[in-house]
């Protein structure tokens, strides 16, 4: 069970069910400059994760990555919460929110960038989520090896912020 609101029409209900009822009651909490209250950092650090095509995400597209298997330079997609400064951005060990969580409808937009993504099983996590595969072998890269083993220097492609609209993910023009 998640964190409870503790003020105003929601107080009692779950940070969760207050997104699902009311989702921009949390718009109406940074607009009026409440993003330090428990409940909305609460709300920043789990929600899109549970819903991730709700919400916009910063993307770093990066080359240099060896793959694991043929050792061939491949390019690699970060994916980044846009409402949580992180620290190891831009240099490594590398990292990416939405490890061993990114939705299938990722794949195309990734692949625009010469980027592959494919769902695949995976021993380690013992279960099929959206990975990384080497253009030159074919080989998975589990996220286990892209972000969180990783300490590879790779060189920054492209940063964009991205949203999921109409069915499909777009860059976002501010």
Known sequence: MGM???????????????????????????????????????FIETIPYQYPERFEWDVDIRSGYQCWKCKIAMQIFLIYNSEIENELRNGYPINSDLAYSKPSSLIPFAK???????ERYSKVTDSKYVMHICPHCKMHQGDNYVV????QETTLIK?????FEQGVWKENQP
């Open 4 to 42: 409870t609101m503790t003020f105003g029409k929601y107080k009692g209900k779950t940070i969760e069910e207050v997104y699902c009822m009311n989702p921009s009651y949390f718009s109406w909490m940074k607009e009026n400059r409440m993003t330090n209250k428990p409940e909305y950092q609460e």
């Open 112 to 118: 625009k960038y010469s980027v592959l993504l494919e």
């Open 148 to 151: 969180e083993d990783n300490e």
């Open 159 to 163: 940063r964009m912020r991205i949203v």
